[in-house]
């Protein structure tokens, strides 16, 4: 079988056609971001911000023009969108954050069925912001909670593996995808529709189109609530999440030491500039007990994220141990609330989880929040 190069997928495009008649996709420029990767095929498909909508099917019949291709296995085409009024501007490497967030995707729209919406933040990576975001979602879920997980982490997806899941989701009806689901959470991700090997080499754009699909054409059917894993920082899927959904509210995670609160403190501004609420800091490998003799150990300081959220004016929702048996069961995709239910860490996520439900039905109750405009003074 030959070989499946990024030359082969042009070429395969290059027979699909924006119009009757018209220029081909490849000639016009409108094919970016190509990726192969062991017959995993993504690129995205460019085009004007007011052709956005309009564009599903040109996508669609891209999309199908490479599944034709003998040898590829999966394929993974996104719409991005440009302003006109942007041609010949700076690139989302070059752009200020403003700039890099405007890829003309809708702003101010709730998703249907959808109650609640959650964002899982940290300031940096390694963390162990997944593994929160995951325990807090089947916690929740193991209350009778109807709860959606989505993957925002376009360039390192945890989530299947950390949920158990794999394989490529069902479409249905209007090019909809239905979300994979464990432990009686739904679930989207990136990592759904590539190997987990394959490097995403995308831009800012193609970021945020990526995330606008995986949050409006999926069918969620009804959920009490969404919970959001970001990526960490402060970059173009937060700013996304942030000005096109309807945020419920946040919580940052943390381990206890300073360096890691300083990026903290940014990413709670970050979400204070686009009138984000900030539940609050949920401390991770906040101490160690030694599993042979019971003898507690700070390796990263502690209490450090309970101190940052009273000087921040913030909730501190609790404290997660540093412990193996969470590594363990996070990597074997049982989450700990689940395989060790009686546990103390269980304990501790599931707190959090009930005191982050409370917060959001308080958000709720005092109206409807609609997603602001992002404005950099």
């Known amino acids: 079988m030959a070989e499946i ?10 027979g699909v056609r924006k119009t009757d008649g018209g220029q081909d996709v490849v000639s016009l420029g409108m094919i970016t971001g190509v990726v192969v990767r062991d017959g995993n095929v993504g690129f995205a498909v460019e085009v004007d911000a007011s052709e956005g909508e309009a564009s599903e099917p040109l996508r669609q019949e891209c999309e199908a023009a490479v599944e034709a291709v003998p040898g590829v296995l999966s394929v993974t085409a996104v719409l991005t969108a440009e302003r006109p009024a ?18 003309g995707l809708p702003e101010n729209q709730g998703i249907p069925g959808i109650g609640a919406i959650l964002a899982v933040a940290s300031g940096k990576g390694g963390v162990g912001k997944s593994t929160t975001a995951v325990n807090l979602a089947v916690a929740m879920a193991a209350d009778g909670v109807r709860v959606g997980l989505l993957d925002c982490d376009v360039f390192g997806p945890s989530i299947p593996r950390m949920m158990r899941l794999s394989g490529k989701p069902d479409t249905v009806g209007d090019s909809q995808l239905m979300p994979m689901e464990n432990y009686n959470v739904k679930c989207m991700s990136m990592g759904f529709l590539v190997e987990e090997d394959t490097p995403m080499i995308w831009r800012g754009p193609m970021v945020m189109s990526a995330l ?34 309807p945020l419920t509210g ?16 940014r990413g709670i501004a970050m979400f204070e500039k686009v009138d984000v609420p900030v539940f609050g800091i949920i401390e991770n490998m906040s101490y160690f007990l030694c599993p042979h003799c ?36 996070s990597d074997a995709g049982q ?15 599931r707190g959090i989880a009930h005191r982050v439900l409370d917060l959001c039905r308080t958000a709720q109750d005092g109206g409807e929040r609609r997603a602001p405009n992002i404005v950099m003074m």
């Open 335 to 349: 989450p700990i609330v689940l395989a060790q239910p009686q546990s103390p860490h269980a304990a501790a996520y």
């Open 294 to 329: 019971g003898e507690r150990s700070e390796i990263f300081a502690h209490g450090g994220a309970r101190e940052t959220a009273a000087k921040l004016g913030v909730g501190f929702l609790g404290e997660i141990p540093l412990d193996g048996d969470i590594r363990a069961t």
């Open 86 to 103: 942007q041609r010949g501007a700076p690139s989302p490497e070059q752009a200020p954050p403003s700039a890099a967030a405007q890829p």
């Open 5 to 14: 190069t990024r030359e082969t997928i042009l070429q395969a495009l290059g």
């Open 212 to 245: 606008e699909q995986m949050l409006r054409q999926v069918r969620w059917g009804e959920l009490d609530i969404l919970v959001c894993d970001l990526p960490p920082g402060t970059g173009d899927a937060q700013l996304t999440m942030a000005q096109n959904v």
């Open 250 to 265: 946040a919580v940052v995670v943390s381990t206890p030491q300073d360096i890691a609160l300083l990026d903290v403190r």
